[in-house]
């Protein structure tokens, strides 16, 4: 068997289970640029017409500070036309190899757009690129290897390589599209019950979870793979973290003023109740969302609910939760309060740290800052 279809059955299982598209698009971009020794990789894909910049992997950004990964989180949608070259790529269905991104020939209608490189610093030069369609044929997004590692331009190997990993992967970036579609229906739900869960604020509580894990584990040694198969249940699970708020009346979820001691006794039962919907569930991704939701208002110090747990009793997933929910409702504005200065949010955290929070995370948490800013800017809302 050769080489390169070894590493396509390779791709083929580690994508197939799955369910987080983010994770998805890691793994994707992770083989793709292993097998054709890039340095660097992105995906763009189609959302309301145009191409979103959704997911970016660079080695050589990478080898800098390790708390600097803002470029993850560019916000930038291009139009689908033949203008830029992921546009063309996508317009035309056709795989492009550009040695030189900066020496284009005069007679093609795309032309690079240098705002990553001078964003960030990196110095692009050779970009292979490839639409990402369904078996039907409709347009999923586009996905861009750049600088080949150990020559000038990618081959033709490469070209195919990358053609095959994109028709393996369509199938499953559709599955992925659905399962996330069921999670963010219930996320809609519980925004049009609780006002204060909006959809911006989960995905940043997701963001920064991901941050925050990522620092966390790169602490300890953690493999990259095994960050990866972590990152994939965490993002959606934290984003599920208050979910149990849909079987509380609105007479007390929307109540305007202070909730009373057996109103707030009430309304704490939505941990338990939420942890219950996936209790029952083997899943990875259900049992990292039951731990998550019953777990990320218990507190360091035991004094939390709903079961009084105490220091490493709570799951870490819990943990760090606990921390990105509690930073986001304090520094955005709500209906009932204005947003708190970023300073004195971060002096609340470090004073609750080892009371009310892991001191550990607390420490790692005001550490990636930069990354966390990046995370605000991009979810706005």
């Given at each position: ?26 793994q ?6 292993r ?49 830029s ?41 050779s ?5 990402i ?24 190997e490469?070209?195919?390589y ?46 920064y ?17 095994e ?26 979820l ?14 704490k039962?939505?941990a ?36 009084q ?39 609340y ?22 990354t ?10």
């Amino acid at each position: 068997m050769s080489k390169k279809l070894e590493s396509l059955l390779e791709l083929s299982k580690s994508i197939i289970h799955i369910e987080n598209i983010n994770a998805l698009l890691d793994q994707l971009l992770y083989q793709t640029r292993r097998e054709c020794k890039a340095d660097a990789g992105s995906i763009y894909l189609v959302e309301e017409g145009k191409l979103r910049f959704s997911y970016v992997q660079n080695y050589t950004l990478a080898l800098r500070e390790e708390n600097d990964r803002q470029h993850l989180y560019i916000d930038k949608t291009i139009p689908l036309n033949t203008e830029s070259i992921a546009g063309y790529a996508a317009s035309t269905e056709k795989t492009l190899n550009i040695p030189d991104v900066y020496n284009l020939p005069d007679d093609v209608s795309y032309h690079y757009n240098n705002s990553f490189d001078k964003a960030t610093g990196y110095q692009t030069l050779s970009i292979l690129t490839s639409p990402i369609l369904t078996a039907s044929g409709d347009l999923i997004g586009v996905i861009q290897l750049i600088n080949k590692e150990d020559s000038l331009t990618f081959d033709e190997e490469d070209c195919d390589y990358i053609k095959h990993a994109c028709d393996l992967a369509s199938g499953a970036i559709e599955r992925a599209h659905v399962s996330n579609e069921t999670f963010m229906r219930m996320l809609r739900v519980a925004e049009l019950r609780d006002p204060k869960e909006t959809g911006a604020h989960v995905k940043r509580v997701g963001a920064y979870s991901v941050e925050l894990y990522d620092a966390w584990a790169r602490k300890q040694g953690i493999s990259d793979s095994e960050i990866r198969i972590t990152k994939d249940p965490l993002s959606t699970a934290a984003m599920l973290h208050d979910i149990g708020k849909i079987a509380i009346s609105d007479k007390i979820l929307k109540k305007p003023g202070r909730l009373n001691e057996e109103e707030f006794t009430i309304m704490k039962s939505h941990a338990a109740i939420g942890a219950n919907l996936f209790s029952k569930s083997h899943l990875t991704i259900d049992r990292m969302a039951c731990d998550i939701i019953g777990g990320h208002h218990e507190r360091w110090d035991g004094d939390g609910y709903p079961a009084q747990l105490k220091g490493n009793q709570i799951p870490l997933t819990a943990r760090i939760v606990a921390l990105a929910d509690v930073y986001d409702a304090l520094i955005s504005k709500r209906v009932y309060k204005e947003a708190w200065d970023e300073q004195e949010v971060l002096d609340y955290l470090a004073a609750q740290s080892g009371s009310q929070f892991d001191p550990e995370l607390v420490e790692l948490f005001l550490s990636i800052q930069d990354t966390i800013r990046v995370i605000r800017r991009r979810y706005q809302g």
